[in-house]
């Protein structure tokens, strides 16, 4: 089962936990959720109607709690300590792999120094750890150790619920970039189209040439053969070596002398 759809049952799953709960009874509930070890989204849940009326009430801490990780942070819990309860370990694993998440939606390379700070570990190894066992063997994140330069580089990371006002500047981003493709499509048209052109003039110019080198191959053909013909005429107008036979008769005969 991929991570996905694993998410997607889980959600549904304490959606209906939750619809059936009111009040304080719902604070069992929360603390499952934030603690479940494949759950990374949380918004459908606090959109439940009866989890969204703890707001402002005696039990509004529960509802603090799910809107935390929702979209907060383990630098966000720890400023907002004194007004939160305190988090099981599995809360607190859970919101420092949230806090890798939110680290990695605007940077894809992650320096150790920043992540050993955000999410209070002491060293490198530690750190490693982490990343290696909490975040990429749950499929949240995949990226390369890199020990010499210190930083873990991004190749994907999971999405964490939109928080409030998010999704104007999403829009506004899709939007940018939709235009930006669409200018690069019609960049893309132009110049498929200039060479269309160019190679349809290229066909003609290189027909232009073989017709021509084709009239010239039979110029010279022509030329060639009256070259040949004329040649002809010349050897048979001229009889060399044939003696007239009236110039033969009018010479003196050399008479023979008797051998002794």
């Known amino acids: 089962m991929d991570i996905e759809q694993k998410q997607a049952e889980l959600i549904d799953h304490f959606v209906k936990q939750a619809s059936a709960q009111k009040g304080a009874a719902l604070g069992s509930v929360i603390v499952e959720a934030t603690s479940h070890p494949s759950l990374f989204a949380f918004s ?3 959109a439940v109607p009866t989890v969204a009326e703890l707001e402002g009430t005696e ?6 709690v799910l809107r935390l990780f ?3 942070t383990w630098t966000d819990y720890k400023s907002n300590r004194g007004c939160l309860p305190q988090l099981v370990p599995d809360q607190v694993l859970k919101l420092k792999q949230l806090t890798v998440l939110t680290l990695a ?4 390379v992650l320096p150790y120094d920043q992540l050993m700070l955000e999410l209070d570990v002491t060293n490198v190894r530690e750190l490693e750890d982490f990343l290696i066992n909490e975040c990429m063997y749950a499929g949240i994140v995949r990226g390369k150790l890199d020990q010499m330069r210190r930083c873990f580089e991004i190749q994907f990371a999971a999405g964490r619920d939109l928080r409030p006002g998010q999704l104007g500047s999403m829009i506004q981003t899709l939007s940018n970039w939709l235009e930006t493709s669409d200018n690069l499509l019609i960049s893309i048209q132009e110049k498929i189209k200039w060479a269309d052109t160019m190679s349809e003039l290229d066909k003609k110019h290189r027909k232009e040439v073989e017709d021509r080198v084709e009239e010239v191959k039979k110029s010279i053909s022509t ?7 004329r040649g002809l005429e010349d050897i048979y107008a001229e009889p060399a070596g044939v003696m007239d036979y009236e110039e033969d008769r009018s010479r ?3 008479r023979r002398h008797p051998r002794c």
């Open 252 to 254: 003196p005969k050399r």
């Open 70 to 72: 929702s979209h907060g």
């Open 105 to 108: 939606e605007t940077n894809k």
């Open 44 to 46: 459908e849940i606090l």
């Open 223 to 229: 030329k060639q053969a009256e070259v040949d013909f």
């Open 59 to 64: 039990n509004s801490v529960y509802f603090e």
